[in-house]
């Protein structure tokens, strides 16, 4: 018995060994013969358990911080294994595939390009119209990856909303076709004119085309200063700004535009203006605003009848505002089109915008200038009766004001660095603004 143990410890010790020699060649990164003895081996085994605890540490910290990162970002992220499962999603995804119905038709094309990526590993491209509500333009994407060392196979998702994108591509391509509308007839006018006083003889038809090519060439003038104005609005384009009296900015370009409205026998009354009216803003494009407002005014009135302005400032909740309203005696917006009227190119009335030379921009530019002082405009209006545009800008200074009825007497220029009212400030705001002759 004795003899049978002795003989059995050493093949013990041998398997023992065998076995503690396997299990450090499956742990270290480069299998290898281990020798030594069983205390040798015990202590090569702990290191490479602490160093596999270690590895293990940093690999659970490093999948964390993987997930974290594709959960916050600001992208439509998601992962899926081989299998298609899905592993992660970014927060920003769940708008996008999740929650509603509107989600169903994204995730089940996601799911199908996912599948298909995986199959081809290649990558795999769709776009998705979901009409919502809200309607939405979803560009998704499916692109696999793999890592050669440990034969792993995921696929990346990625959504991205491109609503806005195709909005304004869409919106360029309308403007491109409208402007090319727009300058189709005044330019073939201006052709055919040219064309037509070439060959003319008779000294009184001269004159009467040479004034119609130059109607044609303000009109094409015009509709090009409008198109400019408006790009340069849209593109958000710094501008000097200035502390201005918006009273008197208004009471100038009244002053300025009174002859041309009595030619066409209607009148321009200021009812009311606030003196003391201050706001900051872009001079020039605060009297293209003014003068848009009271041109489309008068373009709309019928003769005879009168067009009322007011500026005052006014206070609400929100803030304090200069507040221009411009009235008319026209043939007013039908409901159903005053949602429309700030649009560009938007016109109630074609015919007698054919006959007034209007290019359809004037309420747009006049929008854009609002929303570009932190303002807004609004329309009030009644068929038959007339139309109130009132246009609102913030106050530097809401100071007490003095209302003045002004039946037309000359325009008194106030700068606010208090330097005066007179023929030069009358001659500055006629050097700096814009011109629609």
């Known amino acids: 018995m004795t003899v049978m143990a ?11 060994t065998a076995r503690l020699q396997r299990m450090l060649s499956r742990l270290t990164a480069t299998p290898a013969v281990v020798s030594g003895s ?25 999948t964390r911080t993987l ?8 992208a439509a992220v998601a992962v899926f294994d081989q299998r298609g499962v899905e592993i992660v999603r970014s927060s920003a995804a769940n708008s996008l595939i999740s929650g509603g119905l ?18 081809t590993n290649e990558t795999e491209h769709e776009m998705v119209e979901v009409f919502g509500p809200p309607r939405r ?39 491109v076709t409208n402007i090319s509308h727009e300058l189709r007839t005044p330019v073939g006018a201006v052709a055919l004119l040219a064309e037509t006083l070439a060959d003319e003889q008779d000294p009184e038809v001269i004159r009467h085309l040479a004034s119609r090519l130059e109607l044609e060439a303000q009109r094409l003038t015009a509709t090009l200063q409008d198109v400019l104005s408006l790009s340069r609005l849209e593109e958000a384009r710094s501008s000097e700004r200035q502390d201005l009296n918006f009273g008197e900015l208004v009471k100038f370009c009244v002053g300025r535009l009174r002859h041309n409205a009595e030619l066409v026998g209607i009148s321009l009354e200021i009812e009311r ?13 605060l009297m293209r605003a003014v003068d848009n407002l009271v041109e489309n005014a ?11 302005i007011r500026v005052k400032s006014i206070t609400r909740p929100e803030g304090s505002y200069a507040e221009l309203s411009v009235q008319d005696g026209g043939i007013g917006i039908p409901q159903r089109e005053r949602h429309r009227i700030f649009e560009r190119f938007y016109r109630v009335d074609r015919a007698r915008s054919r006959d007034t030379g209007g290019s359809g921009l004037g309420l747009a530019i006049v929008r854009h200038v609002a929303v570009s002082h932190d303002g807004h405009v609004d329309v009030e209006s009644a068929e038959g009766v007339g139309s ?22 000359t325009p008194h220029v106030h700068f606010p660095d208090g330097q005066s009212t007179g023929n030069n400030s009358t001659e500055q705001f006629e050097k700096d603004r814009p011109s629609h002759e």
Do not use: W
């Open 102 to 119: 509107a989600a169903v038709l994204p995730m089940r094309v996601l799911q199908g390009l996912v599948a298909k990526a995986s199959a």
């Open 67 to 74: 997930h974290a990162a594709i959960v916050n970002a600001p």
């Open 137 to 175: 333009s979803l560009s998704l994407y499916a692109v696999p990856f793999s890592d050669s060392a440990s034969d792993f196979r995921s696929t990346v998702a990625v959504v991205e909303d491109v609503t806005e994108r195709q909005l304004a591509n869409a919106a360029r391509r309308d403007l």
């Open 38 to 62: 069983i205390d040798d081996l015990l202590n090569t085994l702990e290191r490479e358990v602490d160093e596999v605890v270690r590895v293990k540490a940093l690999s659970v910290r490093e």
């Open 273 to 285: 203006l606030d003196r003391n009216v201050t706001v900051h803003g872009d001079r020039l494009l």
């Open 298 to 308: 008068v373009k709309y009135s019928d003769k005879g009848e009168p067009v009322r």
């Open 6 to 16: 002795s003989l059995s410890r050493p093949r013990a010790s041998k398997e023992v």
């Open 388 to 409: 109130t545009f009132t246009f609102r800008i913030p106050l530097v200074h809401h100071e007490q004001a003095s209302s003045t009825a002004l039946p037309g007497d």
